[in-house]
């Protein structure tokens, strides 16, 4: 299983509402208390059509995967996400805590079907470490 780090957040109250885009042999396959902890805001059209194409040209094998997750608020990295935003600026990404919980609302796969729904998962450990 292939992972490229690329997500999607909208804020609601307390709770912000992210997606991951990922590429996996099979729904099966992917680790749902693993997934990462890596996100990007949404409407980053660019970030998103970055990791599309770095899918691509990673030669990354596997059906492509977008999870739909709910995360508390609090969980963000302030200082991580601070720090991967100086290197990568366009991705406007933001940075989960190690382990956290997520409710996965949805998964989509390429041809945007609903394909799982209502899972609990977590972010686990799945960071680049110069970002912690």
């Known amino acids: 299983m292939y992972f490229y780090v690329i997500f999607v957040l909208e804020t609601n109250t307390k709770t912000m509402e992210l997606v991951r885009i990922i590429t996996a042999d099979s729904l099966e396959s992917i680790d749902i208390n693993n997934l990462g902890n890596h996100f990007t805001v949404e409407g980053n059209e660019p970030a998103i059509a970055m990791g599309l194409d770095s899918l691509s040209s990673d030669s990354q094998e596997g059906e492509v ?11 963000i990295n302030k200082e991580a996400t601070k720090k991967s935003n ?3 600026p366009l ?3 933001v940075v989960t805590n190690n382990n956290t919980a997520i409710r996965i609302t949805e998964i989509y796969n390429e041809a945007q079907e609903v394909v799982a729904e209502n899972i609990t ?4 450990e799945r960071v680049h470490e110069w970002v912690m």
Not at 121 to 124: A, F, L
């Open 65 to 75: 995967f977008y999870i739909y997750v709910e995360v508390d608020e609090k969980e």
């Open 86 to 88: 100086e290197y990568y």
């Open 91 to 93: 991705e406007k990404e």
């Open 121 to 124: 998962g977590n972010t686990g």
